[in-house]
């Protein structure tokens, strides 16, 4: 019988049966894990046990940590956890916080006391906290305190929530520092569970994702070690939530591997985090393409040099984006594609591994294969559905979804591509954002990449609409730059150019000019949104 630290079973007893979960390979030798394996223990103490204690780990706003520092209050919270609030190794733990280091803070003590933590988004209100506490059978959270409001409001209404701590102001400074800075950590096995990150798609119940100590170090040794090689002199910034699997890596797991820095600054936007990158000397810089595009007007203002690596995902990245960023920059941005149930990244490009339109190579350690729907492959060069299996995979909290996410052993994220003789993976789009008009199947990414390229054009979000004749009509929802007008010789200009550059069938017979898109807090662009009735 495998080990476990555990002595709450509860995400154990509700993992995937056998038959629906993945295939997980680890065929190379940084991927073959011990069997106990702590995720603070790896990427914390062993790099002060290397010799980085005395190396700056946190940055925030008047904070710098190093890395013993960061043991240090790791360890009294740990003991916070276990001592005062009775935290045994299994109970979920939600976590609720802006990007700051002390929410770092509270990820890595969770993770040393063997709890299982549940990332949550500030903007959160309390119904959806309450959907969270009661699906993961949460007993104790540790919740910013410029945040308790909400918390407050779905604690009357969810009375296994049991413990709570509020951090981040004088009181709970003073009752850490109290507590003692040592603090054993339990000796989790690897494939302990050691998160859940919830995942809400476009509609319905949140899906939680179950992932364990060891898949924390794969997306490491996977995105670190073989793709992004960061090292110690490295400082890391950016705007992903670490409440995200995608920011949990590029904010927090990633510089600790490489025994660097990271700055966590809450509320960052496109205009602060360029000026953040010349104010902290960063060199690595996780957002969204979004974010790029918003930035490259504004690099002649800044003084970027410290800047090395760019790091792109949560929605497709237009090649006009990626060209008008190197040409400001001189900088190549590292694009990927990942997901919440594969924990993240896994088919990614780099300067070395790049191609004009292609997303990239699949990541060593994972396989990738486009199928159809009857899961047989497609021929070479035309649009499947992408079928992926590696070191981490999909695995619901009590889901009948896995069913549907995980067949004959693949993880199906839900992307179609094509791919070239030579492993280049191309993007198309979500399966959901296939518009099919007159016959023709456009995806939604094609069109907005074609506007993007528009000069009137700052973002734009492109869905299909029912139509009586044509089945779908391409509609583009469209946020303009400054000095333009959004009238009916801008909307023709607008359709003429993108016939112009692209197939004539994929211009947007519906054009509507709005102030703002909806996204996600990483910045991902929510094109279900768009599809409600107004």
Known sequence: MTYTAHVDHFVRENLPPEDQL??????????????????????LDKAVEDGAGERIALVGKDIRWTYREVQRKV???????????????????????????????CWLAVWKAGGVAVGTMPLLRAKELKQFIQLARISHALCEASLAEELNLALARCPELKQVMFFGDDAFAGTLSSKPAEFTAVDT???????????????????????????????CEVVCGYWLKPDADDVFIGTPPIAFTFGLGG?????????????????????????AIEQYRATVCFTSPTGYRQMTGLVPQYDLRSLKKCVSAGEALSVDTRNKWREATGIQIHDGIGGTEVIHIYIASDMENHRDGSLGKVL?????????????????????????????????????????????????????FHADSDGYFYYHARIDDIIVTSGYNVASPEVESVLLEHPAVSECGVIGIPDPDRGQIIKAFIVLNTGYTGDAELVKALQDFVKQTAAPYKYPRAIEFVTALPRTETGKLQRFKLKMPQ
């Not at 993945?22 to 991927?31: Q, R, S, V």
């Not at 919270?77 to 990007?99: C, I, S």
């Not at 904010?251 to 000026?275: D, M, N, R, Y």
């Open 22 to 43: 993945p295939e997980f390979l680890f065929e190379t030798p940084e991927l073959q894990f011990p069997e106990r394996l702590n995720a603070a223990v790896a990427l």
């Open 75 to 105: 360890n009294q919270l740990a003991q916070l956890l276990t001592a005062d609030m009775g935290l045994v190794p299994g109970n979920r733990v939600l976590l609720r916080g802006a990007n700051t280091p002390w929410f770092g803070i």
């Open 189 to 219: 096995a690897a494939v302990d569970p050691c998160m859940i990150a919830f995942t809400s798609g476009t509609t319905g119940i949140p899906k939680g994702c179950i992932h364990f100590h060891s898949d924390v170090l794969a997306m």
């Open 251 to 275: 904010q927090l797991c990633f510089p600790l591997w490489a025994k660097a820095s990271t700055v966590l600054l809450e509320k960052l936007s496109p205009p602060t985090l360029i000026g």
């Open 364 to 416: 060593p350690g994972y396989r990738a294969m486009l199928v159809d729907d009857e899961m047989r492959p497609v021929p070479l060069g035309e649009a499947g559905k992408l079928a992926l299996k590696g070191p981490t995979g999909c695995r619901y909290l009590a889901d009948e979804r896995q069913k549907s996410f995980v067949k004959e052993g693949w993880n199906l994220p839900g992307d179609t």
